[in-house]
């Protein structure tokens, strides 16, 4: 049996417009909204109202662009932010996309059901 590796980018490798695209998404930017609050996540709990499926794309992105580190702990993968090589790389951008969320609801739970 072999395992699959994921991929995460060196600090040095991290680029502006994958972390930009990364964070572009309404769904990607709460899970990132929701990881900064808690620190490390099971990826299960992150989001739960979304599909299995559709959240392991999206964090497929944000391990592919530098946001997170995806580490398979036992029986689960688990998520953190990348809060130091994102501030090493681009000093300021992550606080500066995350403050003014502080205070609003995520931005996906008003969109749990689609038009009647």
């Not at 991929?7 to 930009?20: A, F, G, N, Q, T």
């Not at 944000?62 to 688990?78: F, K, N, P």
């Not at 609801?105 to 059901?113: F, G, L, N």
Request: proline share 8%; charged share 25%; with cysteine.
């Amino acid at each position: 049996m072999s395992i699959m590796k994921t991929y995460h980018p060196k600090r040095e490798e991290i680029r502006l417009d994958s972390v930009l695209t990364a964070l572009g998404s309404p769904v990607r930017l709460a899970a990132i909204k929701v990881i900064a609050e808690v620190g490390e996540h099971p990826c299960c709990g992150i989001l739960p109202q979304i599909s299995k499926s559709t959240m392991t794309h999206h964090f497929r992105i944000l391990r592919e662009s530098g946001v997170v580190w995806q580490q398979h702990i036992g029986r689960e993968y688990r998520l953190s932010l990348r809060r130091d090589d994102l501030n090493a790389r681009f000093p300021g951008l992550l606080d500066a996309i995350l403050s003014p969320l502080q205070n609003e609801p995520c931005p996906t739970m008003a969109r749990e059901k689609g038009p009647a």
